[in-house]
């Protein structure tokens, strides 16, 4: 049994706390729906903000909404040099011990003390599929894309829950680096 999932190209993004919604965009701030993601209950928000590190900044970073517990900016290696921000592989939602950045909205800025991350690559499974397919959550997979620069991703962590829906997440990088785009199809091999 082939084991297929679609691929999802996660450019720079970032998630706040509503706290920092609000210090960026006044009291009371609410996102609001650019376009809803493959996540249930995810979406790109019509806002965005800049970022600035010590060597450079991007002026329109996407904002993920909803609101999460702690933020967290998301970016690619390549970001992370242009930045001048020595950003760590992690899974979402580590950031214990990572590098912050100064993040600026129309209505003020927030210095984030730690949350910059190259989120690690990984798949989201619905606990169906990942039953059906014999995946445990943490799992670390193989992951083969073919075309014309195929390559086989290593460490691609199983991200299990009855609130996700199938898709592997890959950055900007790795998807260049493999010729890879949205909605391409990966095979999971080991």
Known sequence: MSKTVPVGVSGRHIH??????????????????????????????????????SKGEFGTVRILGPARPASQLEISRTDSFALGVKAPVRESGNIEGTPGILVKGPAGEVTLEQGV????????????????????????????????????????????????????HIDTDEANAAGVKNGDQAEIID
Do not use: C
């Open 16 to 53: 706040l706390t509503q706290e920092h919604i609000e210090a960026l965009f006044g009291a009371g701030y609410q996102l609001t729906e650019f376009k809803p993601l493959s996540q249930p209950g995810q979406f790109a928000a019509n806002e965005t903000v800049a970022v600035v590190g």
């Open 117 to 168: 991350i190259v989120a690690a690559r990984h798949i989201h499974f619905h606990t169906s599929d990942a039953e059906k397919w014999g995946i445990q959550d943490k799992q670390e997979l193989k992951v083969r894309v073919g075309g014309e620069r195929g390559v086989v991703f290593e460490h691609v962590i199983a991200r299990v829950s009855d609130n996700f829906a199938l898709d592997m």
